[in-house]
């Protein structure tokens, strides 16, 4: 699994022969202006939840490819109204694509959609594929259902966390959330792409999980991790 950062919460992800682009907020984002969205190659859009700083250019991307957008059921329904094809789940639920096992769980956050209209309860993600599996939690607080995701999921392999505060959780937070998943490979994302959500000391940062045993990696936009 080829994993690639493209700023703020937005991923790319290779699997299964597939290519997957998680929460494309791109153009909007001073720190990502190297990228150019048109030259975007993916076969799925995963939505976390309705944010605009998560789905940007999630319409854009969906029609540059004919791309089948995944998310919960509001937010695919309203994609759909635009003519975007789609996959709707919701909490708790997996599904079988042909990259591999996709599961929405839970996160504690808000969401809307940009134009007003209800987004659902926002989520994450876990997908297992090549044998590997990723959570992608979403903007989400620390909660406990985190400790269901072993339980349910199995070993995660590497998991990505919102670790700028403010919005989501913050550092401490995230290396808590890191214990109840029992995962030691950590991501970390919405970070530093606006005011509030700056991590001031990554260092201090990579030292507390390194602390605990965990290796956490804040990555600069185009890093690659590959699991
Ligand atoms: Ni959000
Ligand atoms: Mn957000």
Redesign the pocket.
Known sequence: MRIEFLGHSCFKVETGGKKLIVDPFISPNKLAAEIDVDSIEVDYILL??G?E??VADAEKIAKNNNATLISNFEIVSWYKNKGIEGHEMNHGGNWSFDFGDLKYVNAV???VLPDGTYGGN?GGFVLKSEGKTLYIA??TALHMDMKLLPVNSGKIDLAILPMGDN??MGVNDALIAADFIECDEIVAC?FDTFGYIVIEDKDAAVKKFKAKGKNLTIPAVGQEINI
Do not use: K, M, Q, V
């Open positions: 976390t939840h944010h700083d998560h956050h808000s969401s926002p979403g903007d919005f989501t919405h």
